[in-house]
C-alpha cells in the first residue's frame, strides 16, 4: 500500500480552538469533521487540517498550508467579504487584492493568516 492514495493531514497549531474554529470553519467555510480532547479535524474533498491545541505556540513566517484556486481574484473577494485579510509584503509587487504574480503571468499567489499568525496561502497556476 502507498501513500498515493491515502488522505494527508496537515498539522496546524493553536492557542485558543474556539478562534480557531471560528476562522477555519465561518469565514473560510470548511467543515468541522470531529474532535477530540488533542484536536479538531477539519474536513476538505482531499484532506483534513487537523487543529492542534499549543498553549506556547507561536507561528513562524512561511506559509504552512494553502490551496490552489480555480480563480484566485473571485477566491480573493469571497474570503475578503468574510472579513480575512491579506497580506501585502514590502516589495513582493502585489496588486491592490494582495496578490502576487508570477514573472510571466504564470501563477499567482495571495497570502494571508489564520488567528495564531499561520501563514495560509491561495494560488492559481
Known sequence: ????STEPVSFLYTTDRDRAL???????????????PFGDFIAMDNA???LTP???FRAGQ????????SDI????HALRDKGVAFTVYDGM???EDGIWTAPGGMAKVAWFNDPDG???SLSQA
Not at 500500500?1 to 498515493?4: E, N
Not at 471560528?22 to 477530540?36: E, I, K
Not at 512561511?62 to 484556486?69: D, E, K, M, R
Open 118 to 120: 499561520n501563514v495560509l
Open 93 to 95: 509587487g502585489q496588486d
Open 48 to 50: 483534513v487540517i487537523r
Open 54 to 56: 499549543m498553549p506556547d
Open 22 to 36: 471560528r476562522f477555519y470553519c465561518d469565514q473560510l467555510g470548511l467543515m468541522l469533521r470531529s474532535s477530540d
Open 62 to 69: 512561511h506559509p504552512v498550508f494553502g490551496w490552489n484556486v
Open 1 to 4: 500500500m502507498g501513500l498515493k
Open 73 to 76: 481574484r473571485a477566491t480573493v
